[in-house]
């Protein structure tokens, strides 16, 4: 690696990608070679900063921002692709035609181009929607031109979950260690990244408390300790730093996912474990926290977590309650 002053370097999965500038174009040369330098200069000779009256401008500065630097790391290297592709597609459209109705046609045309993989077109959208946002925080736009464009991606994982007799079949293939993985997310609804990271220190007197990095560690997890829960830690052996270790007694810094997911296979479970958050959200149902409560816990809705509940707790009760009713007016109609 040559350093040159002013070229923003970026890595993203195991590749290096090399801008002008930050914000800036990207260099297709390798760095430090002739080529590289020769295109540096036939570049920052048309221009030598992105101009802030244009879209490149405002991605420069909002990779440049704090709000940038405080998304989790997975997002940020999640989102880079899309924001040179924002530059390219959008780079020399003033800021100001973004205050104009007729570019959510251009903006939905783009988001267009990943429309064969959802996820990945809704994440666009995401990336460009949080670019826009900046612009309206630094008083550059009137309004985000993103705000009810429909997303493609049509999925609530919120009311799936593990029911006692997937969680039993999976542990017919799979090891103890993965089975604790799986108990401790059924009971704390953890998510996996945070869960495999969870440390004895994390865990104290009434609860389990630990700084979630979906939130870039901004924000607290807090699981009370309650009986389950308390009882499956006492079980676990403290093999660690982690409460959760692989099979050596080391914790999982990878290969839980090659563990987890042929025994899963094997039980012929079609589960994410993203789905036991479901499951813990139960289970806290169940042990007396309130729907509000568990809404906030998990930053789901109020009329989510409900759902989930008449799904998976109060079904016998509603229907016993409408069979009673059915019976009653029966009963009153023979009258």
């Not at 297709?28 to 244009?54: C, H, M, N, V, Y």
């Amino acid at each position: 690696m040559v350093p040159v002053k002013g070229v923003h370097v970026v890595k993203s999965n195991g590749r290096t990608y090399v801008y002008a500038w930050r914000g800036g174009p990207r260099l297709q040369a390798q760095l430090g070679t002739p080529e590289f330098f020769q295109e540096l200069a036939e570049i920052t000779a048309k221009t030598t900063a992105p101009d802030s009256r244009k879209i490149l401008g405002l991605v420069a500065d909002y990779r440049g921002s704090d709000d940038w630097k405080r998304l989790a790391e997975k997002s940020r290297k999640n989102w880079q692709p899309f924001l040179d592709s924002i530059c390219d597609t959008f780079g020399s459209t003033s800021i100001a035609a973004f205050d104009r109705p007729l570019v959510r046609v251009a903006i939905r045309q783009w988001r267009d181009r990943y429309k064969n993989t959802p996820r990945q077109a809704d994440m666009a959208l995401q990336a460009l929607s949080r670019v826009l946002s900046f612009g309206v925080a630094e008083g550059r736009l009137q309004a985000n031109a993103c705000t009810g464009i429909p997303r493609l991606y049509k999925s609530n994982r919120a009311e799936i979950i593990w029911l006692p007799e997937d969680i039993q079949a999976l542990s017919e293939h799979a090891s103890k260690e993965v089975m604790w993985a799986v108990r401790v997310a059924s009971l704390t609804g953890l998510r996996k990244s945070d869960l495999l990271k969870l440390s004895w220190s994390h865990v104290q007197p009434y609860s389990i408390e630990r700084r979630t990095g979906k939130s870039n560690h901004q924000k607290t997890a807090v699981i009370p300790l309650y009986r389950e829960l308390r009882e499956l830690l006492a079980e676990i052996p403290k093999r660690a730093t982690t409460i959760l270790t692989n099979t050596d007694g080391h914790p999982w810094k990878s290969g839980f996912d090659a563990s987890f997911r042929p025994a899963k296979l094997k039980a012929g479970i079609d589960h994410h474990f993203h789905d036991l958050r479901g499951t813990a959200a139960t289970r806290m149902y169940m042990a007396g926290l309130t729907v509000r409560e568990i809404a906030e816990m998990f930053t789901w809705s109020e009329d989510q977590v409900e759902r989930l509940i008449k799904v998976y707790v109060k079904k016998d009760e509603i229907l016993l309650d409408r069979i009673r009713r059915i019976d009653e007016l029966e009963a009153r109609t023979k009258l």
